[in-house]
């Protein structure tokens, strides 16, 4: 069974250094999928944030995160990370690790983790 | 990156069918097979449901369809039952290897 395990949310002050959020991966071969972070501000949709290959050695960022947001994986330690930095309030958001798909395209979430929340307030 | 827009809600009864239309552009939606679609219930992750379009991931029940049209994707629940309430999100890949949702469209079973 998929499980994906995300940590690091917290409360954190606008412009305060920067953030880390890990996802612990189980249950797949995690080197051979690449990973996602999707994130939800509250009450709101689902925005698609950043997304890494299997290797490592490709990186994709929405336009409204680059150059803040560094996805990154460690694949001996089947772990995901996402560091945040320049924290601003519109940042607050339940932060989703998801594993992309391992049909044809590869270009779906198919398991999700359960989110961790990032509060940006003073 | 534009969300891709979808109503904000549905409504049907039980046993009713009801569809989720999911709109974008030449740039994505119509540029490409590669729409799926997640169910959301309240205060939990997203459910994977459909993909590429109209496939479904094993487990996920057949009353759940999708179906495209040009620029606008559809999610089509058949048979409705009270657990389908839920909010529902379209999402599709948009060249240069980045993603788009929708909006999200809450469906309410009367």
């Known amino acids: 069974e998929v499980q994906l395990l995300e940590s690091g949310g917290g409360l954190v002050q606008p412009g305060g250094g920067s953030l880390r959020l890990s996802c612990a991966a189980s249950?797949?071969?995690?080197?051979?999928?690449?990973m996602s972070w999707v994130r939800q501000a509250p009450g709101k949709g689902l925005e698609w944030v950043s997304t890494?290959?299997?290797?490592?050695?490709?990186?994709y960022d929405a336009d409204s995160v680059k150059g803040r947001f560094i996805i990154s994986r460690d694949n001996s330690k089947d772990t995901l990370y996402l560091q945040i930095k320049s924290l601003r309030a519109e940042d607050t958001a339940v932060y989703y690790c998801?594993?992309?798909?391992?049909?044809?395209?590869?270009?779906?979430?198919?398991?999700w983790g359960q989110g961790t929340l990032v509060t940006v307030s003073s | 990156q534009s969300a891709l827009t979808q109503p904000a809600s549905v409504s049907g009864s039980p046993g009713q069918s009801i569809t989720i239309s999911c709109t974008g552009t030449?740039?994505?939606?119509?540029?490409?097979?590669?729409v799926s679609w997640y169910q959301q219930h309240p205060g939990k992750a997203p459910k994977f449901m459909i993909y590429?379009?109209?496939k479904r991931p094993s487990g996920v029940s057949n009353r759940f369809s999708g179906s495209k049209s040009g620029d606008t994707a559809s999610l089509t629940i058949s048979g409705l039952q009270a657990e389908d309430e839920a909010d529902y999100y379209c999402?599709?890949?948009?060249?240069?290897?980045?993603?788009?949702f929708g909006g999200g469209t809450k469906l309410t079973v009367l």
């Open positions: 590429e379009v109209n």
């Open positions: 030449s740039s994505d939606v119509g540029g490409y097979n590669l």
């Open positions: 890494i290959s299997d290797s490592g050695g490709s990186t």
């Open positions: 249950g797949f071969t995690f080197s051979s999928y690449a």
């Open positions: 998801a594993k992309m798909g391992q049909y044809s395209s590869g270009w779906e979430f198919d398991n």
């Open positions: 999402c599709s890949y948009a060249g240069s290897s980045s993603l788009v």
